[in-house]
């Protein structure tokens, strides 16, 4: 890999070298392409599917729902907690039996956060930031409506995202007041890594529970739930996982907190004797108790396969090429955009930055549409931000430069 | 048709006479059935898969998934009110745009009555009963510890289910304090159909909310959610609608409710210019602002083609078979096992039954056991119920026939 530290070097080095240096750049022939000309800059919104997946949804439907029948819940029951094992011990740094599949994001993020307020009864506050997933934001807003809460927000540096500092500032400004810490480790819009370690230790010392939401983190960067002490955390398998259009999501919760926590929404797939069909819910141990309706198989199946190939591939791998793709795309922005009036979204820093980068110009959301139409995808994020999601098991360096190249020509025409 | 009346001469009917005259006959060819020699009486817990699910599923996984990408949220988005609309003016009754599709029953479940007891802040009681569906009386267990009310328990008659004079008796019991009235349509375990408008108009009239659970109805039996008055509704697509495992599951609200209730988690999806990403929740009009996280784009289009199908056949055809099997299998069961102990654990007459037949011998969890080693696959409900899901689309007179043989065979031996 090139010295990062010299952009115009970077940017001058023929695409065509780092990928033959790749060693990830096999990858990409497990993934259905059908236009190999397409540049698709979006699989941190949405990931390509495995080969692996469309195989494995034809033998779902065709083995398992239409010959095992009622039969195939003898395995399917297992599905949540056995990929969420694969999940979390490959890829998140989670001990067994921490993490399981289910439901979406919001649901699971809506059914931490709230038995993270009812564990922290005589607690008001809630710290989040205005920058942080919309969807996280609706949820503890109707949370603290409904519980008589209130919201401080942090207002971070749209770049660089919540610093430690920050939260330190709001927790002290809350003495014995904060129920809830809850940032995103990495930001959607700026790619910014919110310091895990750290932020989890000051929320702890303020007696608070912390909950992190990883969608943008998991499959793409070195998570360690257990050694940084995480309480709470939840995340999307569709985008870095490549699990397919709204995949289950996942949460994460820490072993010991799971007998004292209480999961809001006692479901049938988290009761014990789930088929006694009795009377009076009493939880399944550990994180079975946290599971609720019948899980979705198709999506979980094709989700395995997404996880599956990550893990195989190796987090360590996955982090090195996003750090590289990003630094080139960094390198290109500097050298051919910037001088057409872009100004760069993400951090410079490599350690402080996610697999995607976010270039910004006033016109993002037209030009967004006019490379679409052009065969280069990324998405806009408003109000001024181009996303160039670089997937690391299937974007190459030859994709990044030629989108630029696009980007260039589109800008200045 | 036969003569119900007569369960001999039904019960001495030749099968093939009944397939013969059967309109649905054919509907039998649009499922895949790997293994024609399997007779599968569980219907009405997994239905079959159409083979349309699977050509879609291969579909969008190849050429929606792998070739639009991101792109495919441009028709994803109205997946889940689309086929809402489609199951809700097709087959349950219910006027445009008051069905979704989304999540799974008991997150639906949870919403709905969670928004029921906060609109009807002042009252503490809970009404429904010890026979209705587990995740259902668990769910309301939860609710009612974490909003401080009191369920009141119906202990309806095992086969009959809960009757309109119970209702009333309960709501006389506690004048200006009901909330909510829950109770499923038709009963999982003995099919038994509760009286839908009387005990609506009773909740009605008490001031009371009522929320059905149409699990055990919805493509089996003929509902009319708006002419009933139903205020809220919930149900499964992976049973008679042949959704596939885990589908989806539908929420209604009538149209006049949708702004009044409250969504209590309110996510991205239910958010009103959901892509600017703004600051505070303000939600979609009507049952848009329902949608809470990213839906499940495989679970959907597979339930979408199970819902087409039961909308092709007709509820009306749809129901008048299952009345005919579930008839054939009353007759069957009077004549061959009620000899060797069975009892009927289903209602007897047709108009209080659902599509499945309830028959009840204390040996019967080894009894099924031993049907499905023979190839005839019933499912088994404590304490003693062996379920015949009779599901129209899928099920012959001539399966009856043989699992009747199977079952007088078992239990003579």
């Given at each position: ?9 970077l ?7 780092l ?24 699989g ?5 599917p ?16 239409a ?11 297992d599905?949540?907690?056995r ?27 809506y059914?931490?956060?709230?038995a ?53 500032a709001?927790?002290?400004a ?62 999307c ?34 009761q ?8 009076g ?34 987090i ?21 955009l ?63 430069h ?11 025409g």
């Amino acid at each position: 890999m090139p010295d990062p530290s010299s952009a115009p070097a970077l940017a001058s080095t023929d695409p065509a070298h780092l990928d033959a240096a790749d060693p990830l750049a096999s990858y990409r022939d497990r993934f259905v392409i059908p236009d190999p000309d397409l540049i698709y800059l979006d699989g941190n919104s949405l990931g390509r599917p495995p080969l692996a997946a469309l195989e494995r949804l034809a033998r779902v439907a065709a083995e398992e729902w239409a010959g095992e029948l009622i039969r195939g819940w003898d395995h399917w029951l297992d599905a949540p907690l056995r990929i969420g094992n694969l999940l979390g011990t490959q890829l998140l740094g989670a001990n067994p039996d921490e993490v399981a599949l289910c439901d979406s994001t919001t649901i699971d993020f809506y059914r931490l956060a709230s038995a993270a307020l009812d564990a922290r009864p005589g607690r008001r506050i809630i710290v989040t930031d205005r920058a942080n997933f919309p969807t996280d934001r609706y949820v503890l807003e109707g949370l603290a409506r409904d519980r008589d809460r209130e919201i401080a927000w942090l207002d971070p540096d749209a770049v660089e995202g919540p610093s430690t500092e920050d939260v330190a500032a709001v927790l002290a400004a809350h003495p014995d007041d904060v129920a809830l810490v809850t940032v995103s480790h990495v930001n959607y819009r700026s790619a910014a890594i919110a310091d895990m370690p750290a932020i989890t230790s000051l929320a702890h010392d303020a007696g608070a529970l912390v909950l992190w939401d990883l969608s943008h983190s998991a499959g793409a960067i070195r998570v360690e739930l257990a050694a940084a002490g995480v309480d709470l955390a939840v995340g999307c398998t569709y985008k870095y996982l490549n699990g397919g259009p709204g995949a289950p999501a996942w949460l994460f919760i820490r072993s010991d907190l799971q007998a004292e926590l209480r999961n809001p929404i006692q479901g049938w797939f988290g009761q014990a004797d789930q088929f006694e069909m009795g009377q009076g819910f009493r939880p399944r141990p550990g994180i079975a108790g946290w599971l609720t309706g019948t899980p979705g198989i198709l999506g979980l199946a094709a989700a395995e396969e997404g996880i599956r190939l990550s893990a195989e591939a190796g987090i360590d791998r996955i982090r090195a090429k996003g750090i590289a793709l990003t630094e080139y795309a960094i390198a290109l922005h500097d050298v051919r955009l910037a001088p057409l009036g872009f100004e760069l979204g993400s951090p410079r820093e490599a350690a402080r930055r996610g697999a995607h980068v976010s270039i910004r110009r006033s016109d993002a959301r037209e030009l967004t549409r006019r490379m679409i139409a052009t065969g280069v995808i990324p998405d806009f994020r408003a109000p001024d931000s181009i996303r160039l999601g670089l997937s690391p098991l299937t974007t190459s360096f030859t994709d990044v430069h030629r989108a630029v190249d696009v980007i260039a020509e589109l800008a200045a025409g």
